[in-house]
């Protein structure tokens, strides 16, 4: 393959304009959605992303039929639950240490999954807070009410603002239009509030299986 097939002009949902992009490889994922898709970069911001993107609406279709139902997507598992546990306590850990958390800080978590950084914001003592999760899934949707959670299972249909804190822990790799998404999140953050951001870097260089992930990071492409 030469170098003028190798590049190509496309939507960089980061930079939000068309760029020249590389081909990467292709995409591994076993849903309907992400067969016969490919990885590209973008050669400004350096974000890899899925060639075509998916959309909002059909990825939120994901989230609630297709995720956490198909083992080959998802496996429960003690290693699992393990590795769950440990990133959400160090997320907990970064927020105390800058001084981030407060008592009765006002919380919203986006993806919140099965409660881990709720759990944990309990077990490191921050029992008042106003804990808010948005989650689309049914299935983590459960669990969350039944712990006690106020959860919503989209951004579009929560009533709520000034949050102190909004986190999005290893979250913003599954949105395919990141920069609508972010200025939505931004209008429920009080002044003087804070976001927190985290995700996995360049995972595609070493999984075996992509999906769901639609965009994948790097130092360079998430400050851009």
């Known amino acids: 393959m030469n170098n003028l097939i190798m590049q190509e ?14 081909y990467v490889r292709k995409y591994r994922g076993n849903i309907e959605l992400f067969k016969k898709k490919e990885l590209y970069q973008c050669l400004e911001c350096e974000v890899v992303f899925v060639n075509p993107l998916p959309t909002p609406s059909e990825l939120d279709q994901y989230y609630k039929i297709n995720w956490r139902t198909d083992t080959s997507i998802h496996t429960e598992s003690n290693a699992m639950d393990m590795v769950l546990k440990i990133h959400s306590d160090q997320r907990c850990d970064y927020l105390i240490r800058h001084n981030i958390l407060s008592p009765c800080s006002k919380v919203l978590d986006v993806g919140s999954g099965d409660g881990y950084f709720f759990q944990s914001l309990q077990n490191k003592g921050f029992k008042n807070v106003d804990f808010f999760a948005i989650e689309p899934n049914p299935k983590c949707f459960q669990k969350l009410k039944a712990l006690g959670i106020n959860t919503i299972d989209s951004l579009q249909e929560i009533s709520e603002r000034n949050f102190d804190l909004i986190t999005l822990g290893e979250t913003l790799e599954h949105i395919s239009e990141p920069i609508p998404f972010l200025e939505s999140i931004m209008e429920l953050v009080n002044n003087g509030g804070h976001i927190y951001i985290d995700v996995p870097e360049r995972d595609d260089t070493h999984k075996d299986f992509f999906e769901p992930h639609v965009l994948f990071y790097s130092k360079k492409s998430i400050l851009y």
């Open 9 to 22: 002009s496309l939507f960089c949902p980061v930079c939000e304009r068309e760029t020249q992009s590389k």
